[in-house]
């Protein structure tokens, strides 16, 4: 049943009740809850899920996170997955170390050593190697020949000293073959012999001594002394370098180094033993390599081991080119997403996500409690102490909490994403300036601000209407027209403006023609909404079909396209509108997609179309006579702005909501709709029954014409024969 809606049913402000502080700073004292704590109270499930994927142990119990960018999903994981770090299960901090390996000279030998043992034995082999360069000076006599029993000597002691310094068992081959190496080292130049004049310098090989150089990978010492019981890393910007490891291109100093000294770690070995944070999206768009880094990722999920290679050379390598052994690696992937971008790498790579056991569901809206409005009345206070800006008034509070309504567009749920409540805060502290406390004035001076920073495009359209070169009318009674209601998106601007459709009716068989589909103007959306439109004609006067009728339906001066069914309502009643010849109130917009039984359903961008239209008839002179009719379905979705309600309640604007078609054409026209008989037919002088009557006219029209053209042709047929 039509309704003309209250100011109080256009808006979310009645509903919230007045804050009981005066300032969000009463707030901070009231309960000893952190930024993340209030974030997490909306996010209930979400939490309760992310903690348990990140207690889980066993290999391959991957999390991924799905939310909308701004909803807390990455902040919160982050802050969730530091928690987790500090009070979870000891896994024991390990360095990564990379040693030559003696046995393999191009291949290099791992080691996982206790945290800070890694630098500990970096350093004592640099100290090692400075005392080894000063003793095997010493060790040559006045004819040049190396006393290898003095070096054997100096060199037990001194790998005594090593093991006594660093006692673990994974040391042992190393410091084992310490000394066999230097001797032999000794016996090779000794054979080669030297000429004599600079033996003591030719003895020293800085390509020989950095073979027992450590090269540390993985220095885990700051997270030993912050109690960290596992590493936590987050990479902002993967590659496979960054990700997997690389090799160090040879060039100036590093080309006369050993191989093993050029490895670079990722941060796959930067959290060996604890978590990884990624973004999907990161990885999708990478320029070239993005659909290889998920392969490569998934490997590593699947195999468990890491290698690191010679990214540079790696497509002149091939297959063949790694020549490093793999690493076993034990990470747990926590994979931030937004839906869109997972489902397109689930459609793309639909094995991936098998090694995501763990599903985190972030939600992009809450139902509107007193609860969640407290909570986020704690956020604001402690954002505002955080960022060190003023505090807001409990007016200003309702406010914001209006703009998470605008944000959700729906009047029982509020918004999620903080990120835009964060940055209207300080776009508040900006107006407010040295104010102490920012109250409701200061927000909506913010939002006001907004608005027009935004309005270019918008204000461009208005004027071509006000200067009358796009052709709007919005007062007086026309025939098939009617001001239909488009909602445009570019970049951070998002507005409703009208457009003229008009309509023509005449006797044929064509039925409804889309002018815009024709010529190849209309999506695939808008089509359906025609062909709906024109099968719930056809059905509403089933006792005439065929229908003898002709019809055109176009958007005037639209040369961009046309997309979307929200215009079926509007095009619905311009062709009602010239069937049977009455006017339409051309202040009354109408925004709505019917169905085929007539219903009208909700259609998104609700409060942009409203407002961008009120705009329209503000310049051009309001009556009291303008307004929109909308699906009645969309009222909850109403969250206006502050002038378009006082319009309303000043009776110079109105918002009409139906749940039938027939109920927004007999307004528009004021002749009652009808009622269909059983017969299919509808008495008296109704608006169904005038469009009837017209119809049978056309086909009455359409038969004797098609009689006449009969006889003229059989007339003239007679007429070549003679």
């Known amino acids: 049943m039509m309704q003309v809606l209250s100011p109080n049913e256009m808006t979310v402000s009645y509903k919230l009740s007045p804050m009981s502080f005066e300032s969000t700073e009463e707030l901070l004292d009231a309960a000893d809850l952190g930024l993340n704590d209030y974030g997490w109270k909306l996010q209930p499930e979400a939490q309760k899920t992310l903690m348990m994927g990140l207690s889980l142990q066993q290999a391959g119990s991957n999390v991924l996170v799905l939310g909308t960018p701004g909803s807390g999903r990455a902040g919160l994981t982050m802050a969730a997955m530091k928690a987790s770090a500090v009070t979870g299960i000891d896994s024991s901090l390990t360095d990564l170390v990379a040693l030559y390996d003696f046995s393999q000279q191009a291949c290099v030998n791992y080691i996982k050593l206790p945290a800070g043992l890694g630098a500990q034995l970096r350093t004592v082999m640099d100290s090692f190697i400075k005392g080894l360069i000063a003793e095997m000076q010493q060790w040559l006599d006045a004819s040049g020949q190396v006393n290898l029993s003095k070096a054997e000597t100096w060199l037990e002691e001194r790998v005594d000293g090593l093991r006594s310094q660093l006692s673990s068992a994974k040391l042992s081959s190393f410091f084992n073959i310490i000394k066999p190496e230097v001797l032999a080292y000794l016996q090779a130049w000794q054979q080669v012999g030297n000429d004599g004049d600079n033996g003591s310098d030719s003895i020293i090989n800085d390509s020989f001594l950095s073979r027992f150089r450590v090269n540390l990978l993985v220095d885990q010492r700051a997270n030993l002394t912050s109690g960290v019981k596992q ?80 990214w540079a050379n790696h497509a002149q390598q091939g297959a063949g080119g790694n020549r490093h052994a793999a690493l076993p690696v034990h990470v747990k992937i926590v994979m931030i997403a937004s839906r869109e971008d997972y489902y397109d790498c689930l459609e793309a790579q639909p094995d991936f996500f098998d090694f995501f056991p763990i599903k985190v569901e972030f939600e992009d809206r809450v139902t509107a409690t007193l609860d969640n409005y407290a909570w986020i009345a704690g956020y604001i206070a402690r954002k505002c102490q955080q960022q060190a800006l003023s505090h807001f008034s409990g007016a200003a509070v309702n406010v914001l909490l209006q703009f998470m309504h605008r944000l959700e567009e729906d009047q029982g749920r509020i918004s999620t994403h903080f990120a835009h409540l964060d940055q209207l805060m300080h776009e508040s502290a900006a107006v407010a300036d040295d104010a102490r406390l920012i109250t409701d004035v200061h927000v909506k001076q913010a939002l006001s601000a907004r608005l027009l920073r935004q309005q ?49 009716c005449y006797p044929g068989r064509s039925g409804v023609i889309n002018i815009d589909r024709e010529v190849n103007m209309s999506g695939p959306t808008h089509d359906k909404g025609i062909y709906i439109l024109q099968n719930w004609l056809s059905a509403s006067f089933w006792a005439l079909a065929p229908l003898s009728l002709s019809a055109s339906l176009v958007f005037e001066q639209e040369y961009n396209g046309v997309e979307g069914d929200s215009a079926s309502c509007a095009e619905l009643f311009a062709l009602l509108s010239a069937l049977t010849g009455l006017p339409i109130k051309q202040g009354m917009a109408v925004t709505g997609a019917l169905n085929q039984f007539g219903e009208v359903m909700p259609i998104g961008g609700i409060n942009e179309k409203i407002e961008g239209y009120f705009r329209v008839c503000e310049a051009l002179g309001l009556n009291g006579e303008q307004g929109v009719i909308i699906p009645k379905r969309n009222q909850r979705h109403l969250i206006l702005d502050e002038s378009v309600v006082t319009a309303v309640n000043n009776g110079m604007f109105k918002i009409i909501a139906i749940d039938h078609v027939l109920e927004g054409i007999a307004h528009l026209t004021e002749c009652e709709a009808g009622t269909q008989e059983a017969d299919g037919t509808y008495a008296g002088d109704s608006l169904m029954a005038r469009a009837q009557s017209a119809l049978a006219s056309y086909r009455h029209t359409l038969e004797r014409n098609q009689a006449r053209m009969a006889y003229f042709q059989q007339h003239q047929d007679n007429h070549l024969n003679l």
């Open 231 to 310: 590493p936590v890393v987050e990479e902002k910007d993967p590659g496979f370098a960054a990700l997997f490891g690389m090799l160090e291109t040879a060039v100036g100093e590093a080309a006369q180094w050993p191989e093993f000294l050029r490895l670079r770690a990722g941060s796959l070995h930067q959290a060996d033993g604890g978590m990884l944070l990624l973004h999907l999206r990161d990885l999708m768009q990478d320029e070239g390599n993005g659909s290889a880094l998920l392969e490569k990722l998934y490997r590593l999920m699947r195999n468990r081991e890491v290698q690191i290679e010679d």
């Open 456 to 504: 270019f495009f918008e204000a461009q359209i208005r004027d071509s209407i006000i200067d009358n070169e796009l052709l709007i009318q919005v007062h007086g009674n026309v025939v098939g027209q009617v001001n239909g209601l488009t909602h445009i998106e570019l970049g951070d601007a998002s507005f409703g403006s009208p457009i003229r459709i008009t309509a023509r």
